[in-house]
């Protein structure tokens, strides 16, 4: 299959690739397929919608900010990240994690009921 994204122009990938989101992702309810892109050299990864190939969240692993962070079995949790040119000014959404399983595909997101996750944890400090 090939899309035409944004952030990496035309990209061809195999379908046994594609990531389900069973009831999509908040907001974007009705995008339910995604593939799941990781660059060698950036510290994000990408979910990039297939019905709407011009969405994408960058991602990042939430085990590199938090190794305590709660886990669901089989699935790694990744946090949206709100990219700024001023690194300072990045975010990542701890509060709504999204769970990714790589091995049959699938993945959703939930939103965790515990104050000390953050809705804008700021990624960079100095």
């Given at each position: 299959m090939k899309i035409t994204t944004v952030?990496?122009?035309e990209i061809e990938f195999d379908e046994n690739l594609?990531?389900?989101f069973q009831n999509g992702l908040f907001g974007?309810?009705?995008h339910k397929d995604y593939v799941f892109i990781k660059t060698e050299d950036?510290?994000?990864y990408w979910l990039n919608s297939?019905?709407?190939p011009e969405i994408s969240f960058p991602l990042i692993g939430i085990r590199v900010i938090d190794d305590a962070y709660?886990?669901?079995d089989n699935f790694e949790a990744f946090g949206i990240v709100t990219l700024n040119k001023d690194p300072l000014a990045m975010t990542v959404n701890l509060k709504a994690p999204v769970?990714?399983?790589q091995e049959n595909k699938s993945g959703f997101?939930?939103?965790l009921d515990f104050e000390k996750y953050s809705l804008t944890y700021k990624l960079f400090v100095e």
């Open positions: 952030q990496f122009g594609i990531v389900r974007f309810e009705n950036e510290l994000f297939i019905e709407q709660p886990e669901v769970y990714i399983n997101q939930k939103i």
